[in-house]
Structure formats: C-alpha cells, structure tokens
C-alpha cells in the first residue's frame, strides 16, 4: 500500500506561485508513474502534470508548471508559477506502478485527499 499526503496549498493572487508536495509513504515510488491532477466544483478531474523518467503536462499549465521528483525524500512536487483564476481547483496526486495514459484517473491506484489552491483575481 502507499500512503499518499499533499500539502503546499493555500490562497493566492493572480501571477503568484504556489509549490505543492506529494509524500509518499509505505512503499517507495522512485519507479512509479506519478500524476497531479485538479478538480474543481461541478468539474471533472482533470491531468494537470505527470513524471516518470520525463514530465508531461496538460496544455492549459505548459510553461508556467512544473513537474519534479526527490525520489531520496519519496517525494514529488509541482510548482505552479503565474496562476490564474481558473487554476483554482482541488489538487491531488496520484502513483501508480503503470500506466496506460497519463490523462485518465482510472489508471491511477493510490490517491492522496487532496489541497486546496484558490487563486483570487
């Protein structure tokens, strides 16, 4: 089983940044495949970010997000610079030994409960 807590959310303005953390324990996931996702009111959850050996990212965060893994810490973060409105959401992480495609939450096994990031205009 792993174990998954996020944290680093809060309440930000228009153009800040945010870096969330994703501690992973009970298993070591440095071979993982890991995924961020958000989810906001009346929304379906949706792929933000994903690592394996490289990053992958949803179009609407390319450039101004950030995918890493400190597989010493067992540990993955996700620093959101220049955010919007519409980034406001709840975000999660998620591991899993495989995957099938990065963009579906079905593929993914283990799930952390979730931090809350408002941005404010």
């Known amino acids: 089983q792993v174990h998954l807590v996020e944290s680093g959310g809060g309440q930000v303005q228009t153009g800040g940044s945010l870096r969330l953390s994703c501690a992973a324990s009970?298993?070591?996931?440095?071979?993982?495949?890991i995924g961020w996702f958000r989810q906001a009111p009346g929304k379906e959850r949706e792929f933000v970010a994903g690592i394996h050996f490289d990053p992958y990212y949803a179009g609407s965060v390319k450039g101004r997000f950030s995918i890493s893994r400190d597989n010493a810490k067992n540990t993955v973060y996700l620093q959101m610079n220049s955010l919007k409105p519409e980034d406001t959401a709840v975000y999660y992480c998620?591991?899993?030994?495989?995957?099938?495609?990065?963009?579906?939450?079905?593929?993914?096994?283990?799930w952390g409960q979730g931090t809350q990031v408002t941005v404010s205009s």
């Open positions: 009970g298993r070591t996931v440095d071979n993982y495949y």
């Open positions: 998620a591991v899993n030994p495989t995957i099938g495609r990065w963009d579906t939450p079905s593929e993914y096994g283990y």
